[in-house]
Every structure is written in structure tokens, then in C-alpha cells.
């Protein structure tokens, strides 16, 4: 759960974990190692995203990774563009997805988006990248409203609290193998994930994503999947 009262863009050391430690192969063996739960937790997301958007739309992923999900929203919307802030994360991504006038990549910060106001039809934010982006949500809320077209909509997801078990153990995992740094064991809790050397993995619950958006005069729509995800949907 968030702290409403440190709510700040991120730090140097949060974007250096992502640019320099968190490159694009380690990021790839993040997912294939996962275990099966947590595939079907991936799957499940990436379904109910497909489930909400339509032929001709004009997607945004922000915090894209490597691409892992990019093809699937473009085989369904038409023409899809994901961003991310690490280079060497899209470089592979290109190179590992057909770039085509379908699908694109773009090295850009969630909180500067520079795009167009009004031009994007769905903006996607899932895997809980409302934290693992390490953003002032306000800023990306914001930002995402920015270039929404009228009647779009924003599609953000956290994990769920039934999740929180296969959440620790998925990270335990990573740990590990030296993705990130250990576990503190003691300060993990409450749906946040410390380890030991500083870097922190929050969640969002249905209270936080409601006083989120009540701060944009919006009512979010909440939907639980698969007993892993909290999906927020809200319309521009």
C-alpha cells in the first residue's frame, strides 16, 4: 500500500536499478524462470488488456521492458508504441520484435511523455508499473490523461492482496539470482517488498487508486483478475 505522504518522482539510484542493473537480458530471465503461477498471473493480465481494447486503437505501454507484451497489443489494436527509459532494455527490444508501422519503441520518461495531446486512445501501465516506474503517480496520472483522446481510457494494474504470497516468493526468486538485492525479511510486509539494499516494490490497493483519482475528479473502475491483479480502468 502506498504512502500518500511521499508521493515523489524518482530517484537517481531508483532509475540507475533500472537502466543499469536491471538490463535486458536479466530482465528476460526474470520471466522465463518465473514459475507457473506467476505465468498465468503474466497471461492473465496481458488477456484482460486484450479484452479491453479494440481494432484501430491507438495503444501506449508505458514501461514496455523488452517488448514482452507490446506484439500482442498491436496484433489487437492495430498500432501500438511502447516506452522505457533504459536503451539498452529497447535496443534488444527492436531487435528481438519485427518493428513495423504497427509497433514502435520509444526511449522516454513516463513522467515527460512527448506526445501529442489528445492522440492516444489506450494508455497501459500494468505489472504494477504505477510503482515499479517510480513516478510521482499524480505526475503519470496525469501525464497519461495529457495525451488520452476523448472517450479513452487508462488501463493501470498493481497486484492484488491475494497475491501477496507468490508476489514475496517471485521476488524471493529473483533474489536469488541477483536481480535484485536480498529480501529484508522483517520489513516486507503490508504489500511492500524491502530488500537489503534499498530498493522497495510498493502496491496499490482499491483505496489508493480511488484517492488517486479523486484527485482528477474521477471514479476508477476496479477489477480483481484472476486473484492476482487489481486492474484500474478510468475514462478520459
Known amino acids: 500500500m502506498i504512502n500518500r505522504e511521499k508521493m515523489t518522482i524518482k530517484t537517481k539510484k531508483e532509475i540507475s536499478y533500472y537502466v543499469n542493473t536491471l538490463t535486458s537480458n536479466r530482465l528476460q530471465a526474470v520471466y522465463e524462470t518465473a514459475p507457473a503461477r506467476i505465468r498465468r498471473y503474466l497471461n492473465a493480465e496481458v488477456e484482460f488488456v ?16 523488452y517488448g514482452r507484451v507490446l506484439k500482442s497489443l498491436a496484433d ?11 536503451w539498452d532494455t529497447l535496443l534488444y527490444a527492436v531487435r528481438k520484435t519485427k518493428v513495423s508501422k504497427y509497433i514502435g519503441f520509444s526511449a522516454m520518461d513516463a513522467a515527460f511523455l512527448g506526445i501529442k495531446n489528445k492522440s492516444v486512445d489506450v494508455v497501459i501501465c500494468i505489472q504494477n508499473g504505477i510503482s515499479a516506474l517510480h513516478v510521482d503517480p499524480k505526475i503519470l496520472i496525469a501525464e497519461s490523461f ?40 522483517k520489513r516486507s510486509r503490508d504489500g511492500k517488498i524491502v530488500c537489503e539494499d ?18 482528477f475528479n474521477k471514479i476508477p473502475e476496479l477489477t480483481e483478475v484472476d486473484r492476482s491483479s487489481l486492474f484500474c480502468e478510468v475514462w478520459s
Do not use: H
Not at 162 to 184: C, P
Not at 198 to 215: C, H, N, P, V
Open 50 to 65: 486484450l479484452s479491453k481494447i479494440k481494432p484501430g486503437d491507438i495503444i501506449l505501454e508505458l514501461g514496455c521492458g
Open 76 to 86: 489487437k489494436a492495430g498500432l501500438a508504441v511502447g516506452i522505457d527509459i533504459s
Open 146 to 185: 495529457r495525451v488520452l483522446a476523448p472517450g479513452g481510457r487508462l488501463l493501470f494494474s498493481s497486484y492484488s492482496e491475494n497475491f501477496w504470497e507468490e508476489r514475496l516468493n517471485w521476488f524471493r526468486l529473483q533474489a536469488d539470482m541477483g536481480l535484485i538485492g536480498k529480501i529484508d525479511e
Open 198 to 215: 534499498g530498493f522497495t516494490a510498493t502496491t496499490f490497493s482499491s483505496e489508493d487508486f480511488i484517492f488517486l483519482f479523486s484527485e
